[in-house]
C-alpha cells in the first residue's frame, strides 16, 4: 500500500500534487534545493537537496513508499543504481529514459508513429548548411534542461542560428 509519495522537485508541479495528493489522503515529501519552493510550504517533508543529488533521493527513498517526478532534470544512472537496490520509482526509469533528451524524444514519438513536429539534431555542420526540409524562422530547442521557454530560442536566420554555437550564443 502506498502511503507516502516522494517528488524529485519542488516547483509548480509538485505543489499541485500536494495538493491532489492531499485529497487522496497520501503524504507528500519533496525533494527540491530551496526551502523557497512551492510545494515546500504544502508538503508534509522536505529533503532538501539537487534534483540529480543521488544522495538526497536515497534519503527520500527512506521516508516514502514510493517516488515520482516533477520534471525530467535527473541523473538516470544514479537513479538506476537506487533502483537495482528496491528503491521504487513511477513510472518506470524505463519509461523515462527516453524522454529526457528532447532530440531522443522526439525520435522515440515518431518510431512510434506518433505525430512530431519536423525536427533534425543539428551538429556544426548542420548549422553552416541547413539541412531540407528546415527552411527559417525555425525553433531550436536545448536537448537537455529547457522548460518553460528556457533552453527555446526563435532563430529568423543563418546569422541567429550561427550564433548558437558562439560562446554566449543561445543556449544549446
Known amino acids: ?8 522537485g519542488g516547483g509548480q508541479l509538485a505543489w499541485m500534487m ?10 507528500l515529501v519533496v525533494q527540491t534545493p530551496s526551502g523557497a519552493d512551492p510545494a515546500v510550504a504544502i508538503a508534509d517533508g522536505v529533503v532538501l537537496g539537487a534534483i540529480a543529488d543521488a544522495v538526497a533521493t536515497r ?5 516514502c513508499d514510493v517516488i515520482t517526478f516533477e520534471n525530467e532534470f535527473v541523473d538516470l544512472p544514479a537513479l538506476s543504481h537506487l533502483a537495482d537496490q528496491g528503491v521504487e520509482f513511477r513510472p518506470r526509469l524505463s519509461s523515462l529514459a527516453p524522454l529526457l533528451d528532447k532530440y531522443d524524444q522526439h525520435s522515440y514519438l515518431r518510431d512510434l508513429e506518433l505525430p512530431v513536429p519536423i525536427f533534425v ?18 525553433v531550436a530547442k536545448a536537448r537537455r534542461h529547457g522548460y518553460d521557454g528556457q533552453g527555446t530560442h526563435l532563430i529568423r536566420d543563418q546569422a541567429a542560428l550561427m ?3 558562439q560562446p554566449g550564443g543561445a543556449d544549446r
Request: with cysteine; net charge negative; aromatic share 4%.
Open 121 to 138: 539534431e543539428l551538429d556544426e555542420a548542420a548549422a553552416i548548411a541547413l539541412p531540407a526540409p528546415l527552411t527559417f524562422p525555425l
Open 18 to 27: 500536494a495538493g491532489a495528493a492531499q485529497t487522496l489522503a497520501l503524504e
Open 163 to 165: 550564433d548558437c554555437w
Open 59 to 63: 534519503q527520500l527513498a527512506t521516508q
Open 1 to 8: 500500500m502506498i502511503n507516502r509519495v516522494g517528488v524529485i
